[in-house]
């Protein structure tokens, strides 16, 4: 018998007691019943499938009823209908077989058995179902072994891959998300099935792609999705800047670290410390810039000067073009991606707070994100180094947090307003207040005089006669 929670299954008898009364089978299949077998909290599962045979829609219409609930939604020209209970999103489908015309995404739609509901899902893991119909409450239907490849841990198609990701090629990203979040390896067939027919991603919209994306990159182990991405060729079809991150030149016995294994590193690193999206995104980003860059230089070996303005110009244009934000998240990844360097450029004792002053002052609140990415970006082999470096970043760290406490520069703003300027010039507004408060900020940054309104005044006084 199947151990769910008792508000779980007093809800599933209710939609099974239900569908009896209509003379309708009804299973509940997907995410909640793989989730069951895999020992996954299904307590906060919160969208729930059910598909019926027969109408869809007429059995949530009768269930709706039941639970005295009115908030349906019908879809009629999908035969879909969607119960929101408490906190339950509830999908409702008649069994259907499925095809997708070549040209479309537009399905042809026809009535089916729940054998042939089962044929048309993507995976054999999401094509497991119970039977709730009183009588035969909780029976699992398993047509393709989709318990053996949760207990082999494979992902796999339940039918020829190509038909199934013909069918829907965005179930070429979903194969890798799945194998990726739970650590599957992917069935062979299936694997060449990708291979060969990564280019039909093309016909699916950057959202539902990035959707996918996004779900591996907030994996513990991203990289294990990224490096299937590419051995499959899919990563080339809409990220091909991360692409050209790989491979290694030579010259003169000099070799450069390869620039795609070492983002991954990097993005597992973030992963690892528990970065947020947009701290991945970061990593992802940091350097992608480099291919462009590249020079041998005979005294110093490889560079590649630039590629941190250069991978933060690229920011938007590639956000645009994955569907990533265009607003304060993109800002905040094109600053980690500009300032990069920055904080390694410090680690020497000599440099001046002034220094110091003007990385919080870019950084602002993201200072400390920038130190974290920074951290993740050591992705050398030895400890020594590894143990040398983040040595430096305490070094870094610690003086920052000094500077921090005597100038407060994270939110800085400046301590002398443009009223306070046209006021001591006696002028109106115009380009010269512009450059009169970068001058100010500038004396405070360089630490010609102390953050404050009275030592800034004191400064204006002084320099006024130079703008007059
Ligand atoms: N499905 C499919 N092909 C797709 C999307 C979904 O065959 N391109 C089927 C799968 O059987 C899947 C079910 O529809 O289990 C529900 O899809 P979805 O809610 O997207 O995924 P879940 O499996 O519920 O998993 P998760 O919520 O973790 O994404």
Redesign the pocket.
């Known amino acids: 018998m199947i151990d769910i929670p008792k508000k779980h299954k007093e809800l599933f008898e209710l939609i099974g007691e239900t569908a009896d009364s209509i003379d309708q089978q009804v299973y509940v299949?997907?995410?909640y019943v793989?989730d069951y077998y895999l020992n996954k909290p299904i307590t906060e599962i919160t969208?729930i499938?059910f598909v019926t045979v027969g109408s869809g829609i007429h059995l949530a219409q009768e269930i709706a009823r039941k639970l005295k609930n009115n908030k349906i939604s019908i879809f009629k020209q999908f035969g879909t209908a969607q119960i929101k209970h408490k906190k339950l999103d509830l999908e409702f489908v008649g069994a259907r077989k499925e095809s997708y015309r070549r040209d479309s995404r537009k399905p042809i739609v026809e009535d089916g058995t729940l054998q042939d509901d089962q044929l048309?899902?993507?995976l054999t893991i999401?094509?497991l179902s119970w039977c709730l119909n009183p009588g035969s409450f909780g029976v699992l239907h398993d047509p393709f072994g989709g318990i053996k490849d949760l207990q082999d841990k494979v992902v796999r198609t339940p039918i020829d891959p190509e038909k199934t990701f013909d069918d829907?090629p965005?179930?070429m990203m979903?194969a890798i998300r799945f194998a990726t979040q739970l650590h599957f390896r992917i069935d062979d067939d299936t694997m060449n099935a990708i291979k060969k027919m990564a280019p039909r991603l093309s016909i699916i919209s950057k959202e539902r792609i990035l959707d996918e994306l996004n779900k591996i990159v907030m994996t513990p182990q991203p990289s294990f999705g990224f490096k299937l991405l590419h051995e499959t060729g899919l990563l080339k079809e809409f990220f091909p800047e991360m692409v050209n991150l790989l491979g290694v030149d030579e010259k003169n016995g000099q070799r450069h670290k390869d620039n795609f294994w070492h983002t991954l590193e990097v993005l597992d690193n973030v992963a690892e410390a528990g970065g947020d999206l947009w701290l991945r995104w970061a990593a992802i980003m940091h350097d992608i810039a480099k291919p462009p860059t590249k020079r041998f230089d005979n005294h110093v070996g490889w560079t590649f000067h630039g590629h941190d303005a250069l991978g933060a110009k690229w920011t938007p244009k590639i956000f645009r073009r994955l569907g990533l934000p265009l607003d304060d998240r993109m800002k905040y990844v094109q600053k980690l991606v500009r300032l990069h360097l920055r904080p390694i450029a410090l680690v020497s004792d000599e440099v001046s707070d002034s220094a110091i002053r003007r990385l919080i002052y870019e950084a602002g609140n993201e200072i400390d994100d920038l130190m974290a990415l920074c951290r993740a970006d050591i992705t050398s082999k030895n400890e020594w180094k590894v143990k040398k470096f983040q040595n430096n970043f305490d070094r870094v760290e610690k003086r920052i947090q000094e500077v921090e406490e005597i100038d407060e520069m994270r939110n800085w703003k400046n301590p002398v307003s443009g009223q306070d300027i046209m006021d001591v010039l006696n002028t109106g507004p115009g380009p010269v207040i512009g450059r009169v408060k970068d001058r100010i900020k500038d004396a405070i940054l360089d630490g010609e005089i102390p953050n404050n309104h009275e030592a800034a005044h004191q400064y204006l006084l002084q320099i006024k006669d130079q703008y007059l």
């Open positions: 299949v997907g995410g793989r969208d499938d048309r899902r993507d999401n094509a829907d965005l179930r979903r």
